[in-house]
């Protein structure tokens, strides 16, 4: 059990170029094809934190490249949305910067000499899940209000979610720097 869950946040990396390609390729139900891809992605998510905090095998790597490869689905997720023409792109830059600041922080941090790592916290969950429920609408929904809606307050979290990692950055530099 002690490299299940390091394995599957792995697969989980693996899974976001498929789901690029199957989002893009001219197969019949390409986009439900990429939504299986997502929503599989989202289930080995689940059962990797499950696994670690259950057997204790949290580990440094499982911390970093977790959320990394959270980030890196929904981000191309939303890319491929963008490109699509289901999501407005200026959704897709404020996300893109939020993302990348978080990512740079977090890379920050980890190479200092305390080698300090942020978890998720709860208000990055709640965005995380709401962000797929937005890639799901958006998906199977295309251009509804239900949709645009949801995105708005996925937007929102995300948002809310990067002022509290910001908050908690700020106060973990300061305790690090005296």
């Known amino acids: 059990m002690k490299y299940v869950p390091n394995a599957l946040t792995l697969l989980r990396l693996l899974m976001v170029p498929v789901f690029a390609l199957l989002f893009f390729s001219t197969t019949e139900n390409n986009h439900i094809y990429a939504l299986i891809v997502f929503l599989v992605a989202g289930l080995t998510d689940i059962l990797d934190g499950y696994i670690a905090r259950k057997y204790q095998v949290v580990s440094i790597v499982g911390i970093v ?9 929904l981000l191309t997720a939303l890319v491929c949305l963008a490109v699509y023409g289901s999501m407005p792109i200026w959704v897709l830059v404020i996300v ?4 990348s600041i978080l990512i740079i922080a977090g890379i920050s941090m980890y190479f200092k000499k305390k080698k300090s790592v942020t978890p998720a916290n709860t208000f990055g969950k709640i965005a995380t899940v709401l962000f797929s429920l937005a890639v799901f609408l958006m998906i199977v929904l295309p251009g509804q209000p239900l949709t645009n809606i949801m995105l708005i307050v996925a937007l929102i979290s995300k948002i809310f979610s990067f002022t509290s990692y910001g908050v908690n950055f700020l106060k973990k530099s300061t305790t690090i720097l005296r």
């Open 65 to 73: 490249l977790d959320p990394l490869a959270d980030k890196l689905m």
């Open 96 to 99: 893109l910067i939020n993302e």
